[in-house]
């Protein structure tokens, strides 16, 4: 079973991302991006599986501009095994990624797509669901823990206070949620083999998909400043504040 990982290249997580003056939307200028990581939650699972002899072949793919195969080289040097590239500079929505993995998976025919439940720079949580509803197949989002049957999965997602666990048919999608696993760091051997590595290029035209966004973005703002806080003497001035300054009791 071959199992199809969506990558994708985002600001990386450690950066205090910073908003354009004209509010058009995040600075992106010499910013460092990586791969996002509930993506790198998915590949690391998706090697977990192939490691246990549950999978064939590991298959990254990312929809973005020419650094994104970076982000792919990423997964190769975790141990994935080869990468398509789908070339497209500019913004990509969820439904037209969605629709652009709908054609590959239709060409490499998977048994599982793993992806991040979340891109952490569009919040959208869209794709992976849009992607099963455009093919068909089961889904189980935000997975902490994926068992794999004779054609099913055994999942535990993650939901308010608690822990559901469902069972789909293969072929499904699965997304991840942060406990699934620890992803492993890619040693340097590792880096150096997947130079080697094979990245099939593509371009959404080719996949008969047109990009172009379906959504404008009016303002993106600054959450407002936290405020600085104070010490008080004692319980007595604590209460008279949160009485009288507060409000709150
Ligand atoms: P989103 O719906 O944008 O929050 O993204 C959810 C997941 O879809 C991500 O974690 C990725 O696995 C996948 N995905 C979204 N955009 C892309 C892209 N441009 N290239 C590859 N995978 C993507």
């Known amino acids: ?35 996002n990581p509930f993506d790198e939650i998915a590949v690391e699972e998706a090697i977990r599986m192939k490691e246990a002899g549950k999978a064939a072949e590991v298959v990254a793919v990312s929809v973005g501009p020419a650094q994104a195969q970076e982000t792919i080289r990423t997964a190769l040097a975790m141990g994935a095994d080869r990468g398509i590239h789908v070339l497209h500079d500019g913004e ?25 439940k979340q891109a952490i720079d569009d919040d959208c949580n869209q794709t992976g669901q849009m992607l099963s509803a455009l093919l068909g197949w089961s889904q189980a989002t935000f997975a902490s823990k994926v068992e794999i049957g004779d054609g099913e999965l055994t999942v535990t997602r993650e939901v308010d206070g608690g822990l559901e666990t469902v069972k789909v048919k293969t072929p499904a999608i699965v997304t991840t949620d942060l406990r699934l696993n620890e992803p492993r760091y890619a040693s340097l051997p590792n880096i150096m083999k997947a130079k080697k590595k094979p990245i099939d290029q593509s371009t959404p035209a080719e996949l008969g998909v047109d990009p172009a966004p379906r959504l404008a973005t009016l303002k993106v703002t600054e959450p407002p400043k936290r405020q600085g806080g104070v010490k008080v003497a004692d319980v007595a001035e604590l209460v008279s504040k949160l009485k009288n300054e507060a409000k709150v009791i």
């Open 1 to 35: 079973m071959k199992v199809l990982v969506p990558v994708k290249r985002v600001i990386d997580y450690n950066v205090k991302v910073r908003v354009k003056a004209d509010q058009t939307g995040v600075e992106l200028a010499n910013v460092k991006m990586s791969m």
């Open 92 to 116: 990509v929505e969820p439904l037209a990624v969605a629709k652009m993995l709908k054609a590959l998976v239709e060409k490499e025919q998977p048994g599982i797509v793993i992806l991040g």
